[in-house]
């Protein structure tokens, strides 16, 4: 069974930096890409970039284009979500997003279809 698992949230001040990771727990799968995705309280569900699986291509939300970046690991089953110059805006929990049906790195939750439990990013001001 293929699971995801993100770490390194925590909480931080306003313009400090913060590494996301998530690990796919599994020997084998398939991917053709992963992302990141974050949630506020009373929030939809938001997202924040994505990467195809050779790591060549990446998409970002206009809202953290130029503070964060996400690349693989250099793990093989690891993506890395690096946030630099956080707001307060960018408190909400982070989740990790796998898909293994399209390649289309987009921004809809449906285009993804395993999901990591998520971890909290919490930014002071």
């Known amino acids: 069974q293929v699971q995801l698992v993100e770490s390194g949230g925590g909480l931080v001040q306003a313009g400090d930096s913060l590494r996301l990771s998530c690990t796919i727990s599994?020997?084998?799968?398939?991917?053709?890409?992963m992302a990141w995705f974050r949630q506020a309280p009373g929030k939809e569900r938001e997202f924040v970039a994505a990467?195809?699986?050779?790591?060549?291509?990446?998409n970002y939300a206009d809202s953290v284009k130029g503070r964060f970046t996400i690349s693989r690991g250099t793990a093989k089953n690891t993506v890395i979500l690096q946030m630099n110059s956080l707001t307060p805006e960018d408190t909400a929990v982070y989740y990790c997003?796998?898909?293994?049906?399209?390649?289309?790195?987009?921004?809809?939750?449906?285009?993804?279809?395993?999901w990591g439990q998520g971890t909290q990013v919490t930014v002071s001001s």
């Open positions: 997003a796998l898909d293994s049906l399209y390649g289309s790195l987009g921004p809809r939750p449906r285009e993804y279809n395993l």
């Open positions: 599994a020997r084998s799968f398939n991917a053709y890409a």
């Open positions: 990467v195809n699986w050779s790591g060549g291509r990446t």
